[in-house]
């Protein structure tokens, strides 16, 4: 039982390219949610599903993009890379609205 | 709107002492409130939460967080400090209508030997 997935742990982008951070659960979960974490800001989030097909944004959406197919996966989509999405992404899911949420490792994101 | 704000953004203490990280919350409705830890370069992993069952709640570690309504606090206690408890703490509150979670900016804890 693996929870919950991120790749990649690392990135380092140039500004302007795109790329697509992967996460994937295994827990069945119906929620799965994006965050954003800059250093003393604590976490932010940026878009959220509560099933396959359904998304919706969060507090800082712009400059990203998601998608639901499965109920497996919720990968993050930056199309434009800026220095200000520079910061480490947190994939998360739960089981409903009041379960605890589990956390992937994280994914390090440098856009230069 | 449900908020959070943690006071603190480091706290030192010696191994052996007590921990006491603090967190007030703010909600229009009975709060879920949860305290994660992060451990360098990790992701975040479950502390404890409150669900309204209890007011003292005990979670993994030898950490507990009592919730009072009256100061619409949730305080993170641990009654004596281990080297490993060396880690950043959140305290979090749930959204309701979403399920996500509103985080604190968080807590530095260092543990001096």
């Known amino acids: 039982n693996a929870g919950v997935t991120q790749t990649p742990k690392f990135r380092i982008l140039k500004i302007g390219q795109s790329m697509t951070l992967q996460c994937t659960q295994d827990?069945?979960?119906?929620?799965m949610y994006w965050y954003r974490q800059d250093p003393g800001m604590g976490l932010k989030l940026i878009y959220y599903?509560?099933?396959?097909?359904?998304?919706d944004k969060g507090e800082v959406p712009n400059g990203y993009n998601v998608s639901r197919s499965t109920t497996e996966d919720f990968p993050l989509r930056l199309e434009l890379a800026a220095p200000s999405q520079t910061s480490v992404y947190f994939c998360?899911?739960?089981?409903?609205?009041?379960?605890?949420?589990?956390f992937g490792q994280g994914t390090r994101l440098t856009v230069v | 709107a449900q908020s959070v704000t943690q006071l603190g953004s480091h706290v030192s203490v010696s191994e052996g002492a007590l921990v006491l990280l603090r967190c007030n919350y703010s909600?229009?409705?009975?709060?879920?409130l949860f305290w994660y830890v992060q451990y360098p370069n990790q992701g975040l992993q479950l502390l404890l939460k409150?669900?309204?069952?209890?007011?003292l709640v005990k979670g993994i570690n030898g950490f507990e967080a009592e919730f009072k309504k009256s100061e619409t606090s949730f305080h993170l206690t641990k009654p004596s400090a281990h080297m490993s408890d060396a880690a950043e703490y959140f305290c979090?509150?749930?959204?309701?209508?979403?399920?996500?979670?509103?985080f604190g900016k968080g807590t530095k804890l260092s543990v001096k030997p």
């Open positions: 599903s509560v099933g396959a097909g359904i998304t």
């Open positions: 979090a509150v749930r959204r309701g209508s979403q399920g996500n979670l509103i």
């Open positions: 909600s229009s409705v009975p709060p879920y």
């Open positions: 998360a899911s739960s089981r409903d609205r009041e379960a605890e949420a589990f």
């Open positions: 827990m069945n979960h119906n929620y």
């Open positions: 409150y669900t309204s069952a209890a007011t």
